[in-house]
């Protein structure tokens, strides 16, 4: 999942080296740490939330899979 999201991130922002995701796995669900460039941050929320809201939406179809419940959390 985690390397679904860093794709995803680097794709969508200017310092794609900047890009971390920290993937913290417990019993029933995964939650995935997203920590991009402070000037990138725009461009991974969007606007009204629409970019962060799309990426939550394909990693959660992307866990149906696993039967895991997926948190995607972006972090300043």
């Not at 922002?13 to 990138?40: C, F, H, M, R, Y």
């Not at 941050?41 to 970019?51: A, H, L, S, V």
């Not at 799309?54 to 899979?65: E, G, L, M």
């Amino acid at each position: 999942m985690g390397e679904l999201v860093e794709v995803i991130a680097k794709a969508l922002v200017d310092k794609p080296e900047e890009v971390e995701v920290n993937e913290i796995v417990g019993t029933q669900s995964i939650i995935i740490e997203l920590k991009v460039a402070e000037e990138d941050m725009g461009k991974i929320i969007g606007k009204q939330g629409r970019i962060a809201k799309a990426i939550r939406t394909v990693v959660k179809a992307a866990a149906i899979k696993e039967n895991k419940r997926v948190v995607v959390e972006i972090i300043q």
